[in-house]
């Protein structure tokens, strides 16, 4: 549906990837999120970007991203997220699983 593609769209999706460098296109845009999300941080003295924020939803939704690529990382599956991205991310304070830890929440959510 056209909500969908719009979805896609606000989370920066590459509908036609074979037509750039995929590895320096994928690398420009991990590096173009990761700047994003240091002035963030500036701003708000945080990493803890809302899926849904409304000042910049592609930010939102990388950050998303990121901590199911993350995940996947752990546990041993395919994944973008390399240790020197972990390391970066660590290096800013962001918080890979915000939901532990949280009162009132169990790790079986």
């Keep these: 549906t056209e909500e969908r593609l719009q979805q896609l769209r606000d989370l920066d999706f590459d509908f036609a990837p074979k037509n750039k460098s995929h590895t ?3 690398v420009d845009r991990w590096v173009h999120h990761l700047k994003e999300l240091r002035q963030f941080k500036v701003e708000n003295g ?3 970007v809302p899926q849904r924020y409304k000042e910049n939803k592609k930010l ?3 950050v998303l991203y990121v901590r199911h690529q993350y ?8 994944s973008t997220m390399t240790k020197e991205r972990i390391q970066q991310l660590e290096m800013l304070g962001f918080d890979f ?3 532990k830890g949280r ?3 169990t790790d079986n959510l």
């Design 71 to 78: 995940r996947k990382h752990q546990s041993g599956h395919s």
């Design 103 to 105: 009162p009132g929440r």
């Design 24 to 26: 320096k296109y994928y």
């Design 97 to 99: 699983e915000p939901r």
């Design 46 to 48: 945080h990493c803890r």
């Design 60 to 62: 939102g939704g990388w």
